[in-house]
Nanobody, 115 residues
Framework: VQLVESGGGLVQTGESLRLSCTAS????????MRWYRQAPGKEREWVGS????????LYADSVKGRFTISRDNAVNAVYLQVNTLKPEDTAVYYC?????????WGQGTQVTVSS
């Protein structure tokens, strides 16, 4: 199983980014996918989840209304659209899945929001 995130960068407050996670090594269309983030000096926190068919999403209260998760099962990719970014959104963002009762993580992509 391999997860590869991309799309992070340095942006200003209020701007947007689209993060991507491409997956391989498992049957992507059968798996729920999650996004997490970890800010400097803090524990990793759950951002949101999307069901295997993309029909259901859940979000942390801190990002609800600003972040949107989507997926394209044809290309084995999950996306995190992050809008109206705030300095407190600065973190490394990770995608995650569970396959064969094991947790898998990507290497993460850095999002830095300047004030």
């Amino acid at each position: 199983v391999q997860l590869v995130e991309s799309g992070g960068g340095l942006v200003q407050t209020g701007e947007s980014l689209r993060l991507s996670c491409t997956a391989s090594g498992f049957i992507f269309s059968r798996n729920n996918m999650r996004w997490y983030r970890q800010a400097p000096g803090k524990e990793r926190e759950w951002v949101g989840s999307i069901s295997s068919d993309g029909g259901g999403t859940l979000y942390a209260d801190s990002v609800k209304g600003r972040f949107t998760i989507s997926r394209d099962n044809a290309v084995n990719a999950v996306y995190l659209q992050v809008n109206t970014l705030k300095p407190e959104d600065t973190a490394v963002y990770y995608c995650n899945t569970i396959w064969g009762a094991r947790d898998y993580w990507g290497q993460g992509t850095q999002v830095t929001v300047s004030s």
